[in-house]
């Protein structure tokens, strides 16, 4: 059925699913601090500090045995899905000549071994219930793990989650993409065309917010936390459905129009993020 799960124990005696895995998924949201224009600079959270020093006036030279022992293991990074003939078909970006794995839970991987340029797509069969994948980079005895995670829901939103930036979907979802929340402030994002104004409002606004989208029609913006209300973009509406109560573990539940991914950060604060499906 479409609550079936293919996750370890993703499922309860409700009308929802549940999986206790949640300590592989960072959290979504941190309090938010301030946010860049770029949209892939949005990952300056509250209580990240980013630090930077400065490069020596000159480089010792490097043999190719320093570069082989020195070099960084690159993660990989999950820029697109796309259906074909009953698979899914992940592409992106990883470490040239790297192995790109998409491991469950239950042990299971998918794999494939990034080209010259770092390019790399992975097929898998379209599983039948819900899927967690934890991307990673190998190469030889060294492993990268991605800050990633990605969820593909039966039959629903496939999205990206990542600690520190707004989920991404990765299904041709709706313009509003997710609601992320952690219960102070909530994070609205979607997809418009590049460079367009997006205008946004919550129940009470009379005058819209201005939001541009990025030259990859990524766009987001940033209110306090709320409960259900109707959210407007343009001539479009949602009805977001709010944050539901605390519960442990990672749950996945229908809501509204929608679904509610609800988990962790790594300091025990539940994070909410709401896909909506229309």
């Known amino acids: 059925g479409r609550h079936e799960a293919s996750v370890t124990q993703m499922r309860d005696s409700r009308d929802h699913r549940r999986y206790q895995g949640g300590s592989h998924i960072a959290g979504i949201l ?65 470490q040239p000549g790297g192995r790109v794995v998409l491991r469950t839970d ?17 097929r898998m069969v379209r599983p039948t219930g819900d899927l967690i994948l934890h991307p990673e980079t190998q ?62 409002a919550v129940s009470g606004q009379d005058v819209p917010m201005k939001v541009v989208a990025d030259g990859n029609g990524n766009w987001m913006t940033v209110l306090p936390a709320t409960g259900g209300v109707p959210i407007r973009l343009g001539d479009e509406s949602y009805a977001y459905p709010g944050r539901p109560a605390d519960s442990d573990g990672f749950q996945v539940m229908p809501a509204g129009e929608g679904w509610t991914v609800q988990w962790s950060a790594p300091d025990g604060a539940r994070q909410t993020t709401w896909l909506p499906t229309t």
Do not use: K
């Open 106 to 122: 239950t042990g299971s991987a998918f794999a494939a071994v990034a080209n010259a340029d770092g390019r790399f797509e992975i």
């Open 139 to 200: 190469r030889g005895q060294d492993a990268a793990p991605s800050p990633e995670t990605i969820l593909i829901l039966a039959g629903g939103p496939i999205a990206l989650l990542s600690p520190g930036i707004p989920t991404r979907r990765l299904d041709a979802g709706p313009s509003l993409g997710a609601v992320d929340s952690d219960g102070r402030v909530m994070v609205l994002s979607g997809r418009a065309a590049p460079e367009t104004t997006v205008a946004v």
């Open 30 to 94: 941190p309090m938010i601090r301030s946010i860049a224009s770029d949209y892939r600079m949005a990952a300056l959270m509250m209580g990240l500090v980013l630090t930077s020093c400065s490069a020596p006036t000159e480089a010792p030279e490097r043999t190719p045995a320093a570069e082989s022992s020195h070099d960084w293991v690159v993660p990989p990074r999950v820029e697109t899905v796309r259906a074909d003939a009953g698979s899914l078909v992940f592409a992106g970006q990883g």
